[in-house]
């Protein structure tokens, strides 16, 4: 049988309900995949919480994970039962077996683990998107990045050293800021009090062209304050809540300048563009550049206590789910 987690109603954790269903019997260019690693992430409570909609309820949470395909429907022709795959940002992982659509997935080098894979598809691919392509990184470049020591922010730590970056990244607590600086924070700051200034005299004044804040309405207006004249403001999650009622004029007043609200699933819509920053970031993992921490790991029935820890802000790293 297969072991699923529904949200019926939008709320806390507590409304993630366990289940069992049947496996899923895969359709024209569906697969079934049977998971060992599920990956969880903010968004995943979004959707729960009801921040973002399913398209009806219930709903199956969860947007990446890895593991064997065990069956595949009519029309599929590039992958076959016994092959490892993982994906990054289709709904519906918290579940043992599932069904996706086969040119959503790729296939897992036989190097990478699918624990690894699980705890890096969503993230990794993700910071491939915010250092890529929302704003290239140079070397020399000065960043800005809240929650340095959680899943996307050691990868960003990581794989923005490697392109030669200065990276300034913002963490909660003295275990976190030890943490981001072995994984490549070059300085690191506890909380964000009197967060402009210490960017200020970091910077001499010159302030920054970017700022990656994933924390959002409670940030938002610091993150503009710490950026130069013509800086680029990324605000790409909301662990405080959603940036809502934003005047644009507060652009033009901070020095005229350019935000985005940037989701991968778009950056990745067209199958080679998927297949272009997964092999990216494999690279990098093969290389040793990037080191997916798995923080936390908890079976997939205790879904709840995993959400309970994420929004406590009492992990590190990645956190994953296991069937």
């Known amino acids: ?26 359709v024209a260019g569906e697969i079934v995949l049977r998971q060992e690693a599920i990956g969880v ?12 909609k399913f398209p009806s309820l219930p709903g199956i949470p969860g947007m990446e994970g890895a593991g064997t395909v065990t069956a595949v429907g009519p029309g599929v022709e590039d992958l076959s039962p016994g092959m490892r795959v993982a994906y990054p940002a289709t709904p519906g992982a918290y579940a043992t077996f599932r069904t996706i659509t086969a040119d959503k997935v790729v296939t897992l080098p036989d190097d990478i683990a699918t624990s ?3 705890a890096i598809m969503l993230r990794g691919l993700s910071v491939h998107m915010l250092l890529r392509e929302v ?12 929650a340095a020591a959680g899943g996307v922010g050691l990868l960003m730590c990581q794989w923005a050293r490697h392109l030669g970056a200065r990276v300034i990244g913002v963490v909660s607590t003295e275990e976190k800021a ?21 960017i200020s005299d970091l910077t001499a004044g010159r302030m920054l062209p970017v700022v990656y804040d994933s924390i959002g309405k409670a940030t938002f207006e610091t993150s503009l304050s710490c950026l130069a004249p013509r800086g680029l403001m990324v605000s790409y999650g ?15 007043a901070h020095g005229s300048l350019y935000l985005t609200r940037p989701l991968l699933m778009t950056y990745i819509a067209r199958r080679p563009a998927l297949l272009h920053a997964a092999r990216e970031m494999f690279s990098l993992v093969k290389k ?26 009492k992990t590190t790293g990645s956190t994953i789910l296991i069937p």
């Open 288 to 313: 040793g550049v990037l080191k997916p921490h798995i923080g936390q790991r908890f079976p997939l029935r205790d879904a709840v206590q995993a959400h309970i820890a994420l929004e406590s802000r």
């Open 1 to 26: 049988m297969n072991t699923v987690i529904r949200v019926h109603e939008y709320g806390g954790p507590d409304v993630l309900a366990v289940e069992t269903q049947p496996i899923p019997t895969p």
């Open 135 to 146: 704003y290239r990184v140079q070397p020399g470049d000065d960043i800005l990045v809240y």
């Open 178 to 198: 030890q943490l981001a600086q072995a994984n490549g924070a070059t300085d690191v700051i506890i909380g964000t009090d009197q967060l402009k200034e210490r």
């Open 238 to 252: 909301n662990a405080s809540g959603a940036v809502t009622g934003v005047d644009v004029g507060t652009l033009a």
């Open 41 to 52: 992430n903010f968004i995943d409570t979004y959707f729960r919480s009801g921040l973002y």
């Open 116 to 118: 690894t894979a699980a």
